[in-house]
Nanobody, 118 residues
Framework: QVQLVESGGGLVQPGGSLRLSCSASGLHFGSFVFNWYRQVPGQERELVARIGIEDQIANYAASAKGRFTISRDKAKESVYLQMNLLKPEDTAVYYC???????????WGKGTLVTVSS
């Protein structure tokens, strides 16, 4: 029933920008914190950004801070990740994950691939 669909990934040169989107359905959108994670094959999945139930509250991995911006739109039940000044080390599959206070993270999207290369 829960559906999470990420989009917006692609191939971009270092210094470029991408905007990732996560369309969520089948849950109480406003009751969940939302996270963006990324993963390189063979490596641990890494938290990139998190946005609270209140739009004003957000936090970022040190590697993303100052370059990435997470946002959410309650009416559209969507979460976004604006990625600027991209670096080769940002290359990964990016995943959207809602997080409940009691349930934690139960659902993941299939991910969208971001490749930063010249």
């Amino acid at each position: 029933q829960v559906q999470l669909v990420e989009s917006g990934g692609g191939l971009v040169q270092p210094g470029g920008s991408l905007r990732l989107s996560c369309s969520a359905s089948g849950l109480h959108f406003g009751s969940f914190v939302f996270n963006w994670y990324r993963q390189v094959p063979g490596q641990e999945r890494e938290l990139v950004a998190r946005i609270g139930i209140e739009d004003q509250i957000a936090n970022y991995a040190a590697s993303a801070k100052g370059r990435f911006t997470i946002s959410r739109d309650k009416a559209k039940e969507s979460v976004y990740l604006q990625m600027n000044l991209l670096k080769p080390e940002d290359t990964a599959v990016y995943y959207c994950a809602p997080e409940g206070y009691f349930s934690g993270i139960k659902y993941w999207g299939k991910g969208t691939l971001v490749t930063v290369s010249s």
